[in-house]
């Protein structure tokens, strides 16, 4: 007569054996959240990882902001807070009436002498854009959750890229079009190399981690930044 009871029983235990730990947690100060049960190891990392992403370009979005005044002028009304909040704000592919274009497209945008709006945020949005790409636009990773280390590996490429294009698309006066590194007579700059490089290494690393879970190999490019293109995710 006990065995028909025993499934609800049993699922009264695990309920209250739930409960109890939620509470204890809750009293500890832990971070924990019962979705965390539905993470392994390698979410957890690829979580760090996509959190570290989105600080470093929030901290470079500061920094070329107050190194580029006057690409914030050119829209009235925007400081650079907002427009951190703009870009961040919303997870996602990030999409502006004003740029026409998110990933690449941004990011060829920054650099096109023609273009006569705020370079600064069309970087951003397109690096950030491209980036998440490679993370499948998702923001938080749990079991059944699909990484594809190629677009990691190629995106990290695709920064390398962008560096180079940054450095050497110069305007008619043979100024950058985006000031990163010193001006003739200023002491050398490499924080902006630094922030650029952080990025890389944790698409890099993060790349390799899934390649090695997944037991793949990446298919290295021999990259020539002076002559190639954007790589399509």
């Known amino acids: 007569m006990l065995y028909p009871c025993f499934p609800f029983r049993g699922r009264l235990l695990i309920g209250f054996c739930l ?5 204890m947690t809750g009293c500890s100060g832990s971070s924990f959240r019962v979705q965390d049960l539905a993470k392994t190891d390698i979410d957890m990392v690829a979580d760090l990882h996509y959190q570290q992403v989105e600080l470093l370009l929030k901290e470079l979005t500061v920094k070329l902001y107050k190194r580029n005044p006057r690409e914030l002028q050119k829209v009235p009304g925007k400081t650079i807070d907002s427009r951190v909040t703009q870009i961040f704000t919303h997870p996602g592919k990030p999409l502006f009436a004003e740029l026409g274009g998110s990933g690449i497209d941004a ?4 650099v096109d002498p023609a273009f ?20 499948g636009l998702k923001t938080e990773f749990f079991m059944l959750s699909k990484l594809d280390h190629q677009k990691l590996y190629h995106s990290a490429r695709n920064i390398e890229i962008a560096m180079w294009r940054i450095r050497t698309h110069l305007d008619e006066q043979g100024n950058a079009l985006i000031l990163t590194n010193s001006r003739k007579g200023e002491g050398y700059n490499l924080s902006y190399e630094r922030l650029f490089g952080k990025l890389i ?9 899934i390649a090695q879970k997944n037991q793949r190999v990446i298919k290295t490019v021999a990259l020539n930044v002076a002559s190639m293109a954007f790589i399509p995710l």
């Open 19 to 23: 409960l109890c730990l939620l509470v």
């Open 107 to 110: 990011i060829e945008l920054s």
């Open 116 to 135: 006569t709006g705020d370079r600064v945020f069309a970087l951003i949005v397109g690096m950030t854009g491209m980036i998440r790409e490679s993370y």
């Open 201 to 209: 290494a944790h698409q890099d690393m993060l790349a390799l981690i």
